[in-house]
């Protein structure tokens, strides 16, 4: 039953991670629901295209929210999802989960934005699912990448808030 909740939110693109699901399953293993999830599509014959890849920005808006993230820190975190989660951006992505990249990007986000700077990893980490050390891998990439995630409108938000001499 876990696996079809698991299958219904995938196909409604309201994607929850298994460690989700597995919370809220009485005397059910995360294996056993990735398992059975499996046969389900198979059975079923759910196509890909039914069942979207899941990405980075399907978890933002949701974590955002539960972890308090300001407006302006929900838009630009929303934003470097979107960008991360763009085909031309797959390659750095390649072997992360997508929890840990959208952990890694709230990071960053914490990290740069004022108003978000009491958020910290093991706070983000408790949110997502996401282990510590796989956030801060996916944060090492992300700032590697910043140049090309950060867009131009948080430049000027940054500048506009910088004291003036």
Not at 9 to 29: G, L, M, Q
Not at 89 to 106: F, M, R, T
Not at 135 to 155: G, H, N, V, Y
């Amino acid at each position: 039953c876990a696996a079809c909740i698991y299958v219904a939110c995938r196909i409604e693109k309201c994607p929850r991670t298994f460690k989700e699901i597995t919370a809220v399953s009485k005397n059910t293993h995360m294996v056993i629901i990735m398992r059975c999830f499996k046969v389900i599509v198979n059975k079923l014959g759910i196509r890909h295209h039914t069942m979207e890849t899941v990405k980075p920005s399907d978890y933002l808006d949701r974590f955002c929210k539960n972890l308090e993230f300001s407006q302006v820190g929900t838009r630009l975190a929303k934003h470097m999802g979107a960008i991360a989660s763009d085909k031309d951006h797959q390659k750095q992505w390649d072997g992360k989960s997508p929890v840990s990249i959208a952990g890694g990007i709230l990071m960053y986000v914490s990290q740069i934005s004022q108003e978000d700077r009491h958020i910290n990893v093991n706070t983000i980490s408790s949110h997502t699912g996401a282990s510590i050390s796989a956030i801060r891998s996916a944060l090492a990439t992300i700032q590697k990448e910043s140049d090309s995630l950060i867009p131009a409108w948080w430049i000027e938000v940054k500048q506009e808030a910088a004291p003036k001499p």
